[in-house]
T-cell receptor, first 112, second 113 residues
Framework: SQKIEQNSEALNIQEGKTATLTCNYTNYSPAYLQWYRQDPGRGPVFLLLIRENEKEKRKERLKVTFDTTLKQSLFHITASQPADSATYLCALGIGGYQKVTFGIGTKLQVIP | DADVTQTPRNRITKTGKRIMLECSQTKGHDRMYWYRQDPGLGLRLIYYSFDVKDINKGEISDGYSVSRQAQAKFSLSLESAIPNQTALYFC????????????FGPGTRLTVL
């Protein structure tokens, strides 16, 4: 069956370090992958999209990689700040105008 | 003003009551979604609608029904609420494009006693 796996354990990291979050998938052939940020009690907010033919995408301090051979995406936040503390969700899209499917999310805590 | 609004934002009700959650959007999107979120379970899709005449069940539709009254409005009903429907409910929208980037409302916190 199709599965999207994100580390359900919280990730604690020191301020200033690079945070790396992982999204693995099985039995999917995604055309693209998205990352969202969710703050407690609020709706997720779209951050970045990367397509299957792209290896890497950057936006300010954010970087996303997509390895279709490993079936994995990595989400990096460089020079992390306490304000980056949130839950980050990946979502996979298979294209063909189909809806995306969300992973469970990983909670990031940046410690001052 | 927010592009996706949900009413009410908080609701406490009793077992057996009928509840309606409403969602409105000003983004002009064709697609609308209802999710629930429970601690440790992530977002679970209840229903989705790709246009006014297209309604589809998600992974957990039992006990819920929806109505797409217009392109901009999508409501979720709990016909007879039960305590395990206590959750945070989100409405989302997306455009009919090659990538399904979703825009979420602020959520409704529902408690069923």
């Amino acid at each position: 069956s199709q599965k999207i796996e994100q580390n359900s354990e919280a990730l604690n990291i020191q301020e200033g370090k690079t945070a790396t979050l992982t999204c693995n998938y099985t039995n999917y052939s995604p055309a693209y992958l998205q990352w969202y940020r969710q703050d407690p009690g609020r709706g997720p907010v779209f951050l970045l999209l990367i397509r299957e033919n792209e290896k890497e995408k950057r936006k300010e301090r954010l970087k996303v990689t997509f390895d279709t051979t490993l079936k994995q995406s990595l989400f990096h936040i460089t020079a992390s700040q306490p304000a980056d503390s949130a839950t980050y969700l990946c979502a996979l899209g298979i294209g063909g105008y189909q809806k995306v499917t969300f992973g469970i999310g990983t909670k990031l805590q940046v410690i001052p | 003003d927010a592009d996706v609004t949900q009413t009410p934002r908080n609701r406490i009700t009793k077992t057996g009551k009928r509840i309606m959650l409403e969602c409105s959007q000003t983004k002009g999107h064709d697609r609308m979604y209802w999710y629930r979120q429970d601690p440790g379970l992530g977002l679970r899709l209840i229903y989705y609608s790709f246009d006014v005449k297209d309604i589809n069940k998600g992974e957990i539709s039992d006990g819920y029904s929806v109505s797409r009254q217009a392109q901009a409005k999508f409501s979720l009903s709990l016909e007879s609420a039960i305590p395990n429907q206590t959750a945070l409910y989100f409405c989302a929208t997306s455009s009919r494009g090659a990538t399904d980037t979703q825009y979420f409302g602020p959520g409704t916190r529902l408690t069923v006693l």
